[in-house]
């Protein structure tokens, strides 16, 4: 049986050693048998891709470790030699009684040689994968209990840059400590009033009060909020915070399932939500989550305290945003952490002067005021901004202040200026 993996157009890039290799030639899937493959008795093949076997392509004798690795791209001619046409072969089917009742195509390869991809090959497909379905298999558990060191590794391996990794480390340290995925802990009344004047508000509408249960708490305080239903749905307690980074909100749920559906990973997490808190799921659903987030490789080189703070938790205070921040530096590599520093928004804001509530991690022209005199006294020429006009979504009315790029050129500024 040959079995080759399906590569999606937008998933093709080019590097100076494969400039040259077209991958369209893997692009079909062909079975010459009815034969199944037993994916698990193959699966050593690839044990150090951290892809599933069964999305990688391989030749039929899987009976040996690919020994040589290739020095040069296949030619067009030699991909020819190697990977001749298929040709269709139409089959009439018949019913019981011998009548002719439509046709079947049979792929038929003829003369076909088959081999391993090369070990640069197979990168390839790996390094392509998103981080959620490269992080399926991996180990968070060693000796059947959670183990923080292994869930690091496998960290590192699912992810492609060493900042996005510290963002995804610095989120779990801050959500569950150095706690196994879990469910998000009850609140009383008083802790849970205390926490918010809006929870607060919402319990009292319920008519909860000090001898309500932690059930009761979770399903007014997150009622009609992240696709959650009201009160009656029950979906607040149903899809509390759980996990690595505490996925919370019936929709965000569906958001993971759905992103790791896409990848072939088919779990129902909605009707089984306790599911996030799994050894085999845990780590792609964290993933899935922050990249839903807009937490990602893409994103990562920008990221500040501040907007890693809106996707992760808008209500959180500063102080939680800076220790979140702490966590995410402490992460870092030595290479990382300098440039992880000058990003923080809440330590920027401090620099200049701000206290109390105007420490909010938005550089705005309220800053930049705050900034333009510090400066000042500096002797520093602070940086060109421009101010743009943005609509707040509370009272839908305009207000002055700056790009994404423009915050963090301030930001930047003023830590690396200390």
């Not at 893409?298 to 702490?326: E, F, G, H, P, V």
């Amino acid at each position: 049986m040959v079995v080759m993996v399906r590569s999606e157009p937008n998933e093709k890039r080019e590097t100076s050693n494969m400039a040259d290799f077209n991958f369209e030639e893997y692009s079909d899937v062909f079975e010459d048998t009815q034969e199944p493959i037993d994916f698990e008795a193959l699966s050593d093949i690839f044990e150090d891709t951290g892809v599933p076997t069964e999305e990688m392509a391989f030749e039929s004798a899987m009976k040996a470790r690919e020994t040589s690795t290739a020095t040069r791209s296949l030619t067009k001619e030699e991909r020819a030699a190697k990977f001749p046409p298929v040709v269709q072969e139409t089959i009439a089917t018949e019913d019981s009684k011998g009548s002719e009742v439509g046709v079947m195509v049979k792929p038929v390869q003829s003369n076909t040689e088959t081999r391993t991809l090369t070990g640069m090959e197979k990168r390839y497909f790996s390094d392509n994968l998103p981080s959620w379905q490269k992080a399926q298999g991996l180990p968070i558990y060693r000796r059947g209990r959670y183990h923080k060191p292994t869930l690091i590794q496998s960290i590192d391996k699912a992810v492609s840059t060493g900042e996005e990794a510290s963002l995804l480390k610095g989120a779990i340290k801050s959500e569950i400590g150095i706690n196994a995925p879990s469910d998000e802990k009850k609140y009383t009344y008083r802790g849970a009033a205390a926490s918010s004047a809006i929870w607060k508000a919402r319990m009292d509408a319920e008519g909860l009060g000090t001898n309500s249960t932690g059930e009761e708490i979770f399903n007014a305080v997150y009622a009609n909020g992240n696709g959650n239903g009201d009160y009656a749905s029950g979906d607040g307690n149903k899809y509390k915070g759980r996990g690595l980074v505490q996925i919370t909100g019936r929709g965000n749920y569906q958001a993971v399932q759905d992103k790791l559906a896409e990848t072939g990973l088919n779990i129902d997490i909605i009707a089984n939500p306790s599911l996030v808190n799994d050894e085999k799921y845990a780590l792609p659903a964290a993933l899935a989550m922050l990249d839903i987030m807009g937490i990602n490789s893409s994103s990562a080189s920008t990221m500040t305290a501040k907007t890693l703070n809106n996707a992760i938790n808008s209500r959180a205070d500063s102080t939680k945003a800076k220790a979140r921040w702490a966590n995410v530096i402490a992460a870092a590599s030595t290479a990382e952490k300098d440039e992880l520093r000058l990003r923080n928004d809440y330590a920027a804001q401090e620099e200049v002067g701000l206290s109390g509530d105007k420490v909010d991690g938005d550089i705005g022209v309220g800053t930049k005021a705050a900034i333009d005199t510090w400066a000042a006294g500096k002797g520093l020429t602070v940086p060109t901004v421009t101010e743009i006009t943005k609509i707040r979504n509370s009272d839908n009315k305009s207000y002055q202040t700056f790009s994404a790029e423009d915050k963090l050129k301030l930001t930047k500024f003023v830590n690396g200026n200390k």
